[in-house]
T-cell receptor, first 114, second 116 residues
Framework: IAGITQAPTSQILAAGRRMTLRCTQD?????MYWYRQDLGLGLRLIHY???????GKGEVPDGYSVSRANTDDFPLTLASAVPSQTSVYFC?????????????FGPGTRLTVL | AQSVTQPDIHITVSEGASLELRCNYS??????LFWYVQSPGQGLQLLLK??????LVQGIKGFEAEFKRSQSSFNLRKPSVHWSDAAEYFC??????????????FGGGTRVLVKP
């Protein structure tokens, strides 16, 4: 079944460690996004990519980096994790080539930073 | 800056009763509007969307939403809820021009509990 996969499903991480959250989509969507979900705050955009080779900052980019080497993959890296980065992270994609389309979401990664 | 407000953090409704979830937005122009649902431990699923045309839109699972430009609102409704509707619901808005990217702004969410 086509869609978005995220790995790992969950992770407990010591503060100061480096962590990469993986996201892969097989829908050939040009645009991809990373959100974090925190109670009462909904989803907030961390970084996005409108097409392979380009990335942009969202609402809460500090402490995170992304790359988009190809259409399918959009990894999110925490260079030195801090407890405030404890959250549920969602990757999403959309096909903007035919005008605006809705975003499709992955199942999420639950990250705990101690 | 754009923002989305969902005034109700929690709503408890009896099974079979009607449900209405409120959503108000602040945006420079009329945006695209979405409602997503998140079941426990799951990702987000699109319920419905408004781009243009009829301001009453139908979605999946028996949900509908009405866009009211004068009130900057996009409230979600369901005439008769089922126990399986217990979930968190998110309203979101996005730009009409792809030059701005397809970035969505989400509300804080409304958690719906369904009593038997």
């Amino acid at each position: 079944i086509a869609g978005i996969t995220q790995a790992p499903t969950s992770q407990i991480l010591a503060a100061g460690r480096r962590m990469t959250l993986r996201c892969t989509q097989d829908m050939r969507h040009n645009a991809m996004y990373w959100y974090r979900q925190d109670l009462g705050l909904g989803l907030r955009l961390i970084h996005y990519s409108n097409t392979a080779g380009t990335t942009g900052k969202g609402e809460v980019p500090d402490g995170y980096s992304v790359s988009r080497a190809n259409t399918d993959d959009f990894p999110l890296t925490l260079a030195s994790a801090v407890p405030s980065q404890t959250s549920v992270y969602f990757c999403a994609s959309s096909d903007g080539s035919r005008g605006y389309n809705e975003q499709f979401f992955g199942p999420g990664t639950r990250l705990t930073v101690l | 800056a754009q923002s989305v407000t969902q005034p109700d953090i929690h709503i408890t409704v009896s099974e079979g009763a009607s449900l209405e979830l409120r959503c108000n937005y602040s945006y420079g122009a009329t945006p695209y509007l979405f409602w997503y649902v998140q079941s426990p431990g799951q990702g987000l699923q699109l319920l419905l969307k408004y781009f243009s045309g009829d301001t009453l839109v139908q979605g999946i699972k028996g949900f509908e939403a009405e866009f009211k430009r004068s009130q900057s609102s996009f409230n979600l409704r369901k005439p008769s809820v089922h126990w399986s509707d217990a979930a968190e619901y998110f309203c979101a808005v996005g730009p009409r021009t792809t030059a701005a990217g397809n970035k969505l702004t989400f509300g804080g969410g409304t958690r719906v509990l369904v009593k038997p």
